[in-house]
């Protein structure tokens, strides 16, 4: 058992089809939170690796900036959740709107277009109908979910059509079963194309965030959700839906 994932999928999508030179060569080099920090003077460590390792929280917060910005999150609640004052906040949204001034020009031109067509689609069409009312986040919201969902689409009929028949879909990442390396290797390349086919030829990288051996299960690495599925276990124990763990 092996988990694949397409790493930052929303903002290399964004990325890609806003053709924003810098936003693309910032997901290329390999950890877009580090570039975007590091060009907007927000941390002078040179070494990418370190900077995650030993900046954690700084990376949440780049992280949570760059999706409620293609989310269309506004400046109080950004701050809220950066747990930051609001001052802070807009200046990290003046930030990303110099370094990727592409970006925000399409994610408005898109809104709007969107507003007088009453619909939005994906690249492959898949349409989104607009009511009387729309919430607005839901349109800055689409085209980064309704894309992604179109990768993820490709790359499970591709597989199936490979042999490689998926697990679990799991937002944006497959579980797959596979024989060996060779199989897996494929996988990650039909994950890939699936991108590109969609992206206009962007590439988003692709790679293992789990192997599960036999017996194990498939555990989000996020503390929150660690916290979460011990609760859930100790639940199950409690009403002995599950044999006890022993005593570490």
């Not at 790493?7 to 030179?21: P, T």
């Not at 009312?133 to 790359?155: D, H, I, M, V, W």
């Not at 042999?163 to 199989?183: K, T, Y």
């Amino acid at each position: 058992m092996v988990y694949l994932d397409w790493k930052a999928q929303e903002i290399g999508v964004i990325g890609a089809l806003a053709h924003d030179e810098t936003l693309m060569r910032h997901y290329r080099e390999g950890d877009v939170y580090y570039s975007f920090a590091r060009a907007a003077g927000l941390t002078d460590d040179p070494d990418r690796q370190h900077w995650k390792d030993a900046n954690k929280d700084q990376r949440q917060r780049m992280k949570s900036l760059n999706l409620a910005i293609i989310y269309g999150m506004s400046v109080p609640s950004l701050a809220k959740g950066i747990n930051r004052h609001p001052l802070i906040a807009s200046r990290l949204f003046e930030w990303h709107r110099r370094l990727y001034p592409r970006v925000w020009e399409y994610r408005e031109a898109r809104v709007q277009r969107a507003m007088l067509d009453r619909r939005i689609e994906s690249e492959y069409g898949w349409p989104l109908h607009i009511s009387t009312s729309p919430n607005k986040r839901t349109l800055y919201n689409f085209p980064a979910q309704g894309n992604g969902a179109e990768c993820l689409r490709l790359a499970a009929w591709r597989l199936c059509e490979a042999g490689i028949v998926p697990s679990m879909l799991i937002h944006d990442g497959i579980l797959i079963e596979a024989r060996d390396q060779e199989q897996i290797e494929h996988a990650i390349e039909i994950m890939r194309a699936a991108g590109r086919d969609v992206c206009n030829g962007f590439e988003l990288d692709v790679e293992i965030d789990q192997r599960l051996k036999p017996g194990q299960r498939y555990r989000d690495k996020r503390e929150l959700a660690q916290q979460m599925w011990a609760s859930i276990m100790d639940v199950l124990e409690t009403v002995r839906a599950v044999p006890k763990r022993a005593a570490s």
